[in-house]
């Protein structure tokens, strides 16, 4: 069981506008609040992240992407509730609520409700989604523990929240909502 008090430094560097390191389903992550634009800026200078490219957004429910979902045609919320929570990150037409950081230089944002315990404890503590980003340096493998982070990354995240994996072999699948297309399976 997770413990709120295990959670409490995570959530005040998020809060303050720190990145942090935590397992996901498939990689360790890193994250920060996704509407604090000098915490994606540096988010993204600690991987060496083409700022084109855009982050995914990781949450605890479906609720906690209703400011983002709003004005999404009704017949597209099908795909997303048959899928989450899971391993699926759905690409959004953006409705204005991104962060340029966050999505890139693209008309869409990526979108991904966690079934990894500690993904979802985390997101309901913070209190709505945060970044998810593979724990790596641009062109390197994923970290796959907390030592590997610790090993990359050392003194410039702001906590290191220690979990285990959730298990799958990859990274989520990614699909673009309104074409069904696949990105990245």
Same mark, same amino acid.
Request: proline share 8%.
């Given at each position: ?13 998020? &809060? ?11 990689? *360790?992550?890193?994250?920060?609040? %996704? ?32 400011? *983002? ?20 990150? *759905?690409?959004?037409?953006? =409705? ?6 966050? &999505? ?12 990894? %315990? ?10 709505? %989604? ?5 724990? =790596? ?12 982070? &610790? ?32 990105? &990245?399976?």
């Amino acid at each position: 069981m997770i413990e709120a008090s295990d959670l409490e430094p995570a959530v005040a560097a998020l &809060r303050a506008g720190g990145v942090i390191a935590y397992p996901t389903e498939a990689v *360790w992550g890193l994250g920060c609040d %996704p509407d604090n634009e000098q915490a994606l800026t540096r988010l993204l200078r600690l991987k060496a992240r083409d700022p084109a490219k855009g982050v995914i957004l990781v949450a605890a429910s479906i609720d906690q992407f209703a400011p *983002w979902l709003e004005g999404l045609a009704i017949e597209l919320h099908a795909p997303l509730a048959s899928s989450w929570p899971g391993p699926t990150t *759905w690409l959004v037409p953006d =409705n204005g609520r991104s962060q340029a950081l966050v &999505r890139g230089d693209h008309d869409r944002v990526a979108l991904r409700v966690s079934d990894h %315990p500690l993904v979802v404890a985390l997101c309901e503590a913070f209190g709505g %989604p945060i970044v998810s980003t593979s724990a =790596n340096r641009a062109g390197e493998p994923p970290a796959m523990s907390a030592e590997q982070v &610790r090993a990359t990354f050392g003194a410039e995240l702001d906590h290191v929240l220690d979990g285990p994996l959730g298990g799958l072999e990859r990274p989520s699948t990614i699909r673009d909502l309104v074409t069904g297309r696949v990105l &990245r399976s």
